[in-house]
Structure formats: C-alpha cells, structure tokens
C-alpha cells in the first residue's frame, strides 16, 4: 500500500482525543459510572489516553479494560486457522455502569458487533456508547458511533491506518493509503 495523504499529524490527534474526552464528560453529565473499554489493539490505547484526558477535566480516575475480540468475529475462519488471542483485562463489574467503548476506526461495523457481544459476556451494563477516533463510512451493520474524531470519506480500494507510537513506535498520526 502506498501513502495517498496524511489525514491526522500527531497534534491533531492529541487534540481530538481531548475533545473527544470533553464530549463523553458532557454528554454523561460527568463522571459517575463511567467506565471505559478500549478494543485491543489501538482502541485499548485510545481508551488509556482518553482516560487521562478526563482525569485532567474532572480530577477523577476512571476504570479503563481492554476488550480482545478475537474469538467473537464472524470472519474467524476466514482470517486464521490458528488465531491469535490476547487477554482480555476488564478487572471491574461493567453491571450498571456507563461503558464507552474505543476504536481506532469505524468501518463495517462487524468490529463492534463482535466486542459488544464480548463485551456483555462480563455483565449488563446500563449503557453502551462508541467512541472512535474515524469513522470512515461504509457500514454493513447498523451501528453508529457516538463520538467520532474525525469523518473520512474513503473508497472501498483505501485503507485508513492510525499509528500511535504505543504500538507502532512512530509518531502519532492518521493516513490514508490507496490498496494495490
């Protein structure tokens, strides 16, 4: 794949993530039973680094989990015959509390579907909502995100890669690369 543009540099993120915190606070009317579950790989960092944010807003901890959905996708035979799962670390009772499940991407949706249906494995929470740092369109299911850093129209032939330097030990930042 090669690079079409730079969507996001490492400032813009910083300060979507930010908004992206200020709006879950607002929207919640605060904190309370606020619990927030990243999807492992970059949704899980995402979450880490809203969580700060909000500690910043409102001097208050939150309890951040971290969602591998491996097991639950519908494409589980198509990807791997010996899949690779990671651990799932929610050490909290999600049962009535507000959870704000993070990606890095929203794409067809089937992401999500399988981390909800992951997610209610561990209890009932009162609420579910997303918060994804794009949305890049494209649904094959009807889900929707609740906060959305940023909308980026794609074709079906491009591909958007966030890289954050947790994980890809680079600078932050969101490109949009044309598939071969």
């Known amino acids: 794949m090669t690079p079409v543009s730079k969507i996001m540099d490492k400032e813009n993120v910083r300060r979507t993530v930010m908004r992206i915190a200020h709006e879950i606070v607002e929207k919640n009317k605060g904190v309370e039973d606020l619990c927030l579950v990243g999807i492992r790989t970059r949704g899980a960092v995402l979450a880490e680094r809203i969580k700060q944010c909000i500690e910043k807003i409102e001097g208050h901890t939150l309890e951040v989990g971290v969602l591998d959905i491996t097991l639950y996708r519908d494409d589980l035979t198509l990807v791997d015959t010996q899949p690779i799962v990671h651990e799932t670390l929610i050490n909290f009772n999600i049962a009535d509390k507000k959870i704000v499940l993070v ?71 969101v490109v949009l690369e044309k598939r071969k």
Do not use: C, M, W
Request: glycine content about 6%; charged content about 35%.
């Open 103 to 173: 990606d890095d991407v929203l794409f067809t949706g089937r992401t999500i579907r399988a981390a909800l249906d992951a997610l209610v494995d561990f209890g009932r929470p009162a609420s579910i909502q997303l918060a994804v740092l794009v949305d890049r369109g494209h649904r094959e299911l009807p889900i929707r995100a609740d906060y959305v850093g940023k909308n980026i129209p794609t074709s079906l032939n491009q591909d958007v890669k966030v890289i954050l330097k947790e994980t890809d030990e680079k600078e932050d930042e």
